[in-house]
């Protein structure tokens, strides 16, 4: 059993910055492929970034790429994702996810996911 806790959400202006954590429990954590994924209201849960056990793969959604960067410290069990030039449009509820069955490959599907943590509000104004 994983348990994931996200932090760092919070509101930012237009055009700033944030950084996400996700911290996880477990001795497994290392051996997990991880994803971010957010909510707006209103909306589908999507797909932000992924990052395989060693970090060698992180692929981004196609609305994030070039501003947000994931990363991992498996000697720290966590996860982050920077997130620069923020823009209104990138306001949800952010969740880190763990795929305990794969390492290296990347599946932007929620379904794919067996652990979640419990969100961080992430608000950008304008």
């Known amino acids: 059993q994983v348990q994931l806790v996200e932090s760092g959400g919070g509101l930012a202006q237009a055009g700033g910055s944030l950084r996400l954590s996700c911290a996880a429990s477990?001795?497994?954590?290392?051996?997990?492929?991880m994803g971010w994924f957010r909510q707006a209201p209103g909306k589908e849960r999507e797909f932000v970034a992924g990052?395989?056990?060693?970090?060698?793969?992180?692929p981004y959604a196609d609305a994030v790429k070039g501003r947000f960067t994931i990363s991992r410290d498996n000697a720290k069990n966590t996860v982050y994702l920077q997130m620069n030039s923020l823009k209104p449009e990138d306001t949800a509820v952010y969740y880190c996810a763990a795929d305990r069955s794969r390492r290296n490959i990347i599946n932007s599907g929620s379904q794919w996911y067996d652990y979640w943590g419990q969100g961080t509000q992430v608000t950008v104004s304008s």
């Open positions: 477990g001795r497994t954590f290392s051996m997990y492929a």
């Open positions: 990052i395989s056990w060693s970090g060698g793969n992180t």
